[in-house]
């Protein structure tokens, strides 16, 4: 049953409100996919606190219009388009592009990233820097590793204060 002007209206609403309160977006072409393999991408977006949403393209190119992203163009599209939508940066680009090299069916076309459009190329670079939390971690360990080191300086001099004691006390007795 097609759906009426205001069904259509509300589900634009929703995309734009997606589209706005999301930090990045990529759109895909998912021709091929079988329903497993949706719903697998899916099940990992939601582990990542994202979604993926196959979408109608006429309903795409006005929530696009209306949100407020700068410089989408919505005319170089043709065939089905999915749209992953993330709370971070990095989370709907990695997600999409490492499920892209397993899958080999679902084929990114663009991204969006803090309202500005991105090429396919820089969505796959995207997908390749490490996400937030293991940027953190390398920091961490990167300020930790000079504070491990004196630690380690200053506890091999008690060390060898340590084993010469001892051995003057196995020399007396």
Do not use: W
């Amino acid at each position: 049953m097609p759906k009426s002007r205001k069904q259509k209206e509300e589900a634009v609403q929703r995309l734009v409100d997606k589209i706005n309160s999301s930090k990045s977006l990529v759109l895909s072409n998912y021709q091929g996919m079988t329903v497993a393999e949706v719903q697998e991408l899916k099940k990992r977006m939601i582990e990542q606190e994202g979604s993926f949403n196959v979408v109608k393209n006429a309903l795409l190119k006005i929530a696009l219009k209306e949100s407020e992203i700068e410089g989408a163009d919505f005319t170089d599209y043709a065939g089905p388009i999915a749209v992953t939508f993330a709370k971070d940066e990095v989370s709907g680009a990695k997600e999409t592009h490492n499920f892209a090299k397993e899958c080999k069916t679902i084929e990114i076309r663009e991204g969006f990233l803090d309202g500005k459009v991105l090429s396919k190329e820089a969505v796959e670079s995207l997908a390749l820097l490490p996400s937030k939390e293991e940027l953190i971690a390398m920091t961490v360990g990167t300020i930790k590793a000079p504070v491990t080191s004196f630690v380690n300086v200053l506890g091999a001099n008690i060390r060898g204060l340590v084993v010469a004691l001892k051995a003057i006390s196995e020399q007396k007795s």
